[in-house]
């Protein structure tokens, strides 16, 4: 299925708060590929993630929607994405990754927005998304740049773009 080539990521939105948990691109995956009804992934989603990780019990039914969200994601169905601006800054975490992280919050504050953003240095991690070069920029799951620093302008013309969709 060409949607499994998608990044799974290993944090998910849950309410207000961007939480890691451990087996969730497996299980996805594993879903996927068996070509779950929506319910029976959710259920097998929740029971796999439950298995690995603490969930409260009072949020479990925040848990399954954001699980819920995911596998639409996934499987491409239009609507699924999130709704919120979401930036992912990938590198080592140097001078370089944190001069971008600084234009984009530069960039955030005259656009008067706010995103969630993510600074991601696990190099497992920023292979999935394709990335080989670093520093690299992906705002709402689209890589915009990599391997090279980004002017200020297009900073502020890439957040533009995504918010105009």
Known sequence: ?????RPAPRTIRIGAANIGLIGLDQAINKALSEKMPE????DFL???????NYVPVNAEPIYREALRGEYRRRQG???AEPERLTIRVLGSGCV??????????AALQKSALAADMESVHDPD???RFGVTK??????????KC???MPSPAEVEEWVGEEIGK
Request: overall charge negative.
């Open 77 to 79: 169905i239009p609507g």
């Open 39 to 42: 319910e029976s992934a959710v």
């Open 134 to 143: 670093t520093p690299a920029l992906i705002i709402n799951g689209t890589v």
């Open 46 to 52: 929740f029971t796999a993630v439950a298995r690995g």
């Open 1 to 5: 299925m060409e949607n499994q080539d």
């Open 125 to 127: 991690e920023i292979w």
């Open 146 to 148: 990599a391997g090279r």
């Open 96 to 105: 370089t990754c944190n001069k971008l992280s600084t234009m984009l919050f």
